[in-house]
């Protein structure tokens, strides 16, 4: 083995020099340690691991759980993480990492923590490209051809080509093998996606009856034990009252404000209002199973119908900016030549006659003796109020147009049953936050269809496709923004979505909480330097 090493270690450049590797424990930097830090989160995480995870609830939780071979500084910068350095082949086909040798595992019930090793990054690589696991991830490392472990301590990827900002790529979360109950793959029914344990910084302790997760410190945390002694994700189905929550003291932080509270926080001088440009945007998705959801000039004519501007500006005070395509503003990718559609309801009344559809006898459009009568499902029975107003206001303008929408607001886990497992729904409201990398292959390329994966509407295009692999292949970033440019163009014409807006997003917490540094997709990735005077302390 050890003469393995040194012929692969021959061809190798270095990227990285080793960094001073500091012992758990104490971060002894004068901070002090101890408090609880009580959150709000809208809706609740149906899985608390980081590979089934599909929904910012979960991935907010596996960010203070799990860490990656590599992580993103405040500077957005790569360091290292559970890898303390690695090195990158000449031709970036090849890149070993060596992993630390101090970092343990969250110990299971009853058990001695075990340290972290090799076998877990090979096991996790493995298990998240599993066919059989469930996944959103698998096409986003496609690109890597082999892993190996060249030792307890180190670990090397061969890739099929190389990539575009590689390293980056592995920050994935590394899970530990002997973790889920099944060896070769996970599915949401692994005791592992609620009872997860990680290397991170806090370690998941128990979880309510009233569905709240308590994290607690991880004492032996290879970076220095955390300064909060608690976490608490406390879920709530009305944003209304998660503020209301926060202005009584029942919680700490609210990790996104409702656009409509933001004036009530500002005025009180016990909290902080962050901004973080969260890369995102809020759609209706359409189900392109659907007959009548399967001719584009449908979808378009929905776009035409709906005065997306009039509702950021009456339920949301105008905090955000319309977005015309798959790709969130400020991302490197977004073609700003394609604008938003404009509000038309006479546009959008020609094209359903171009479609086949006339009015019948009660106004309501047909074709073939058949209503454009169509479902609209929504998650959470009790929604926000701006959200509840986004779509009843939908409704009433696609009422304007001779199309009748029925709204269903469905319990979290219930809608993402049905939209993600069953598909059945004809329309649904909802969001995507995407990191910086702007690879959008999980919602629009035609392999991603099926079960639990995020190409939920069945959307399929050939061209579509081959410009998703193309901007993947290329190692030239302009030639990758053009084809993305591209790729905006087609999909704002394809319309599988109502693309809407993008809001300006705002945390608001209590002032105790020091130090507080947000990660625009992850939140809460520097969280363990986090910390609440002792004075404060509860």
Same mark, same amino acid.
């Given at each position: 083995?050890?003469?393995?090493?040194?012929?692969?270690?021959?061809?190798?450049?270095?990227?990285?020099?080793?960094?001073?590797?500091?012992?758990?424990?104490?971060?002894?930097?004068?901070?002090?340690?101890?408090?609880?830090?009580? *959150?709000?989160?809208?809706?609740? #995480?149906?899985?608390?691991? $980081? /590979?089934?995870?599909?929904?910012? =609830?979960?991935?907010? @939780? &596996?960010?203070?759980?799990?860490?990656?071979?590599?992580?993103?500084?405040?500077?957005?910068?790569?360091?290292?993480?559970?890898?303390?350095?690695?090195?990158?082949?000449?031709?970036?086909?090849?890149?070993?990492?060596?992993?630390?040798?101090?970092?343990?595992?969250?110990?299971?019930?009853?058990?001695?923590?075990?340290?972290?090793?090799?076998?877990?990054?090979?096991?996790?690589?493995?298990?998240?490209?599993?066919?059989?696991?469930?996944?959103?991830?698998?096409?986003?490392?496609?690109?890597?051809?082999?892993?190996?472990?060249?030792?307890?301590?180190?670990?090397?990827?061969?890739?099929?080509?190389?990539?575009?900002?590689?390293?980056?790529?592995?920050?994935?979360?590394?899970?530990?093998?002997?973790?889920?109950?099944?060896?070769? *793959?996970?599915?949401?029914?692994? #005791?592992?996606?609620?009872? $997860? /344990?990680?290397?991170?910084?806090? =370690?998941?302790?128990? @979880? &309510?009856?009233?569905?709240?997760?308590?994290?607690?410190?991880?004492?032996?945390?290879?970076?220095?034990?955390?300064?909060?002694?608690?976490?608490?994700?406390?879920?709530?189905?009305?944003?209304?009252?998660?503020?209301?929550?926060?202005?009584?003291?029942?919680?700490?932080?609210?990790?996104?404000?409702?656009?409509?509270?933001?004036?009530?926080?500002?005025?009180?001088?016990?909290?902080?209002?962050?901004?973080?440009?969260?890369?995102?945007?809020?759609?209706?998705?359409?189900?392109?199973?659907?007959?009548?959801?399967?001719?584009?000039?449908?979808?378009?004519?929905?776009?035409?119908?709906?005065?997306?501007?009039?509702?950021?500006?009456?339920?949301?005070?105008?905090?955000?900016?319309?977005?015309?395509?798959?790709?969130?503003?400020?991302?490197?990718?977004?073609?700003?030549?394609?604008?938003?559609? $404009?509000?038309?309801?006479?546009?959008? =009344?020609?094209?359903?006659?171009?479609?086949?559809?006339?009015?019948?006898?009660?106004?309501?459009?047909?074709?073939?003796?058949?209503?454009?009568?169509?479902?609209?499902?929504?998650?959470?029975?009790?929604?926000?109020?701006?959200?509840?107003?986004?779509?009843?206001?939908?409704?009433?303008?696609?009422?304007?147009?001779?199309?009748?929408?029925?709204?269903?607001?469905?319990?979290?886990?219930?809608?993402?049953?049905?939209?993600?497992?069953?598909?059945?729904?004809?329309?649904?409201?909802?969001?995507?936050?995407?990191?910086?990398?702007?690879?959008?292959?999980?919602?629009?390329?035609?392999?991603?269809?099926?079960?639990?994966?995020?190409?939920?509407?069945?959307?399929?295009?050939?061209?579509?496709?081959?410009?998703?692999?193309?901007?993947?292949?290329?190692?030239?970033?302009?030639?990758?923004?053009?084809?993305?440019?591209?790729?905006?163009?087609?999909?704002?014409?394809?319309?599988?979505?109502?693309?809407?807006?993008?809001?300006?997003?705002?945390?608001?917490?209590?002032?105790?909480?020091?130090?507080?540094?947000?990660?625009?997709?992850?939140?809460?990735?520097?969280?363990?330097?986090?910390?609440?005077?002792?004075?404060?302390?509860?």
């Amino acid at each position: 083995m050890n003469k393995r090493i040194v012929v692969v270690l021959s061809i190798l450049a270095v990227v990285v020099g080793t960094p001073p590797v500091s012992p758990a424990g104490p971060k002894n930097d004068g901070r002090p340690d101890g408090g609880t830090l009580g *959150y709000g989160e809208y809706g609740r #995480p149906s899985t608390l691991d $980081p /590979i089934t995870s599909n929904e910012m =609830v979960s991935l907010r @939780i &596996t960010e203070l759980v799990f860490n990656g071979l590599v992580g993103i500084d405040e500077k957005q910068e790569i360091v290292p993480e559970l890898a303390e350095r690695w090195e990158a082949s000449k031709d970036s086909r090849i890149y070993t990492f060596f992993l630390r040798k101090d970092v343990m595992w969250h110990p299971k019930e009853g058990e001695d923590a075990k340290p972290f090793t090799a076998d877990d990054v090979v096991f996790t690589y493995k298990i998240m490209m599993h066919p059989k696991t469930t996944t959103p991830l698998k096409v986003r490392y496609e690109f890597i051809e082999s892993v190996e472990k060249l030792s307890d301590y180190g670990v090397q990827f061969t890739l099929k080509r190389p990539i575009l900002n590689a390293l980056a790529k592995f920050s994935f979360k590394v899970i530990p093998k002997h973790g889920p109950s099944h060896p070769l *793959y996970l599915t949401r029914e692994d #005791p592992f996606v609620r009872q $997860p /344990i990680g290397t991170g910084p806090f =370690v998941v302790k128990t @979880i &309510t009856t009233d569905r709240e997760i308590v994290l607690v410190a991880n004492e032996n945390y290879f970076k220095g034990r955390p300064h909060v002694n608690r976490f608490i994700s406390k879920p709530f189905a009305d944003q209304n009252i998660m503020t209301q929550a926060l202005m009584f003291n029942a919680i700490d932080m609210v990790v996104l404000v409702n656009p409509r509270d933001i004036p009530e926080l500002q005025g009180d001088k016990r909290f902080v209002l962050q901004p973080y440009n969260a890369l995102s945007y809020a759609f209706f998705g359409y189900n392109l199973r659907s007959p009548l959801l399967a001719d584009k000039r449908v979808r378009q004519a929905f776009t035409y119908a709906v005065n997306r501007q009039e509702v950021l500006d009456s339920f949301f005070n105008g905090q955000g900016t319309l977005v015309s395509g798959p790709f969130a503003p400020g991302s490197w990718a977004y073609n700003l030549d394609v604008r938003p559609l $404009p509000f038309d309801p006479q546009k959008a =009344v020609e094209l359903l006659r171009q479609a086949g559809f006339a009015p019948g006898p009660d106004g309501t459009l047909q074709k073939d003796g058949k209503k454009l009568t169509l479902s609209l499902k929504v998650p959470i029975e009790k929604e926000s109020e701006a959200v509840k107003r986004v779509v009843l206001a939908f409704q009433n303008y696609l009422k304007n147009i001779g199309v009748a929408i029925k709204v269903e607001f469905k319990e979290w886990q219930a809608w993402k049953e049905s939209v993600f497992q069953e598909h059945d729904f004809d329309i649904i409201f909802a969001s995507w936050v995407f990191d910086d990398s702007a690879d959008i292959s999980s919602l629009f390329h035609s392999a991603e269809i099926g079960a639990w994966k995020n190409n939920f509407g069945g959307y399929s295009n050939p061209e579509v496709d081959g410009l998703i692999v193309e901007s993947k292949l290329t190692l030239d970033h302009e030639k990758r923004r053009t084809i993305n440019r591209k790729l905006h163009t087609i999909l704002a014409e394809e319309a599988p979505y109502t693309f809407l807006w993008t809001l300006t997003n705002y945390s608001g917490y209590h002032k105790k909480l020091r130090r507080v540094a947000i990660h625009p997709y992850k939140f809460f990735s520097f969280a363990d330097e986090w910390f609440i005077p002792a004075a404060d302390q509860k």
